[in-house]
């Protein structure tokens, strides 16, 4: 076996996709920073995303519309949420993409993949930015029981 | 040096000594490639995750029954043992992806990457410690009906 510093070896990864170089802007190089840009703050966002809601109080069992209602009311909660939405579904969706590549190899099933993930993103995070910046915390006509408790009475 | 460099590269460069059985691979067996294998099956496993848990939540927007309907499914047993496996997913994703910023980051990272992972294995064990009794509690209490 000859091992020459020339053919180091470190094997390069393989991909099904091809490989695009010398272009201007690399998106590849974009999206690694990107995965590890939003990875750390989502550490932060996620543990205490799941510290509030499943650990904290009663846990799991606390959660109901009067919970949810009672965070989504102030702006902290709606831009913690919504910081988490578009992070974690980009960086999610992304590191899809990584994967479709790997395995993916008949180029048609992969564009297929990709195209399924882009839909499933944009309407998610337009979804989910749209509930928590229109939501209403004390609906017209809800029993009051069911509502947070800084409602009026209707 | 004690093994003989015969190739020619290494003539070119005699400082460098030529490992005896093929090294220089993160991502081929041993904790490179399982840190690897999990962290995928993790980060795959919270996507779809997370498609459901949007969609979900987003029935805050339609009315409160609607929204109390489904999260009451959440609270029963066997969702019970669902979010402490994806608290684990989430667990082991997060700490490994620290892992893989300072092996990319960090200038001893490579080095270090097999310690870095049983790091990452023992703090996992810790936040399991941490959250598994909790959500006992919660499991318990939905039997009970409570
Ligand atoms: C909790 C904080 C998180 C951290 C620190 C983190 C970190 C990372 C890092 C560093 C990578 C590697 C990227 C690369 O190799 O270029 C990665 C990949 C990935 N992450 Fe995360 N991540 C986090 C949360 C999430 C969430 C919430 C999801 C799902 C929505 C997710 C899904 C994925 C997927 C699917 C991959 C691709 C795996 C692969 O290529 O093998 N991650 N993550």
């Known amino acids: 076996m000859t091992a020459t510093i020339e053919n180091a070896p470190i094997e390069s990864p393989r991909s099904a996709a091809p490989v695009r170089r010398h272009r201007r802007f690399n998106i590849e190089k974009w999206g690694w920073i990107y995965m590890r840009a939003s990875g750390v703050v989502l550490v932060v966002l996620i543990f205490g995303h799941l510290f509030v809601n499943l650990v904290s109080g009663n846990g799991v069992r606390a959660i109901d519309f009067g919970f949810v209602g009672g965070k989504l ?13 578009w992070l974690a579904l980009i960086h999610g969706a992304n590191g899809m993409r990584t994967i479709v590549n790997d395995y993916a190899s008949n180029r048609l099933v992969r564009n297929v993949f990709k195209g399924a993930l882009v839909a499933a993103v944009v309407i998610l995070i337009l979804l989910g930015t749209l509930v928590v910046f229109t939501f209403n915390p004390c609906p017209a006509g809800s ?3 069911l509502l947070p408790s800084f409602c009026p009475v209707q | 040096m004690s093994a003989a460099p015969t190739t020619d590269s290494a003539k070119k460069h005699p400082d460098i000594p030529l490992p005896k059985v093929p090294r220089g691979t993160l991502y081929r067996g041993r904790e490179g490639m399982w840190s690897w294998v999990l962290h995928r099956i993790t980060g795959v496993a919270i996507f779809f995750f997370l498609l459901v848990h949007i969609l979900d939540t987003s029935l805050v927007r339609v009315s409160p029954q609607a ?59 810790i936040l399991m410690a941490g959250f598994l009794p909790r959500q006992l509690m919660t499991i318990g209490a939905e039997f009970a009906g409570a």
């Not at chain 2, 047993?77 to 994703?93: K, N, Q, R, S, T």
């Not at chain 2, 997060?94 to 703090?123: T, Y």
Request: charged share 15%.
């Open chain 1, 73 to 85: 009311a102030q702006p902290f909660w709606q831009w913690w949420d919504v910081s988490m939405l």
């Open chain 1, 143 to 145: 029993p009051a029981d």
């Open chain 2, 67 to 125: 929204y109390n309907a489904v999260i009451n499914e959440y609270k029963t047993p066997i969702m019970g043992l669902g979010e402490a496996a994806l608290v684990a997913a989430i667990g082991f994703h997060a700490l490994n992806g620290l892992r893989i910023i300072l092996i990319d980051f960090w200038s001893v990272g490579p080095k270090r990457q097999r310690l870095m992972f049983w790091i990452v294995i023992a703090l996992w064990v």
